[in-house]
């Protein structure tokens, strides 16, 4: 297997048919502006392109797995077509993540906010680092979650819980999502790389055709229809970025 190359993203081959997708703008806790969406994209495309590459490790670089969208990159949308175009970067990641023929393992250090968080609930089996943490802001900035999650969340936690999770935006501890049955698992921070690496050699040694079925077919039949989910959020979302209060909120939050 060869490295891939991207500005914010680092893609580098492991031993055992694994590939490791790093999130690379640390300075910046790996928040979301326009080229990590479409790095992230690219990236785990070319991964389950790869025929060497049967399993993926997908984390982030220092104290933080993504602390969700940038807000000092934030720029208020000027048509509903370039609302669009972002808020559909956004979703083509989920793509390449959640509906990819290739298992991913989430290795979630640090924070995982807003969209972030979605990617964490995006993998296969996220293994969280115990000192890690998640919520969702986005309904308290006027805007809309993505990344299927109105889908994915009520199948993993029930309807009840994904309302509170989404409207209140509480924040959540490692243990309390492993509890939830948002984490699969929950380790010590120091051995996380290790762990996701181990596991994702093992859902490489299986047979590709069977793993590839699997997780095509528990997305499909676990979760509600994610497709459609997906178009309701992409809809949502873009009426919350052409919301002027929106850019004012996110300017504020801390």
Known sequence: MSDFTYATVRSVPEDGGVRRIVLNRPGQLNAMNRALLDDVARAFDEANADPATRAIVFTGEGRAFCAGDDRHEHAHPESEEEARDLVEAIQRATRAISLGPKPVVGAINGWAVGGGFEWAVNCDFPIWAESAKGFFPEVSLNIFVTGAVTSLLPAMVGLLKAREMLFLGERYDA?????????????????LQDEALALARRLAALPALSVRAMKRTLNATAASDIHRALALETDATVAGFLDPETTRRLKAFA
């Open 175 to 191: 243990a309390e999502l492993l509890r939830l049955g948002v984490a699969w698992r929950v380790v010590p921070d120091a051995a």
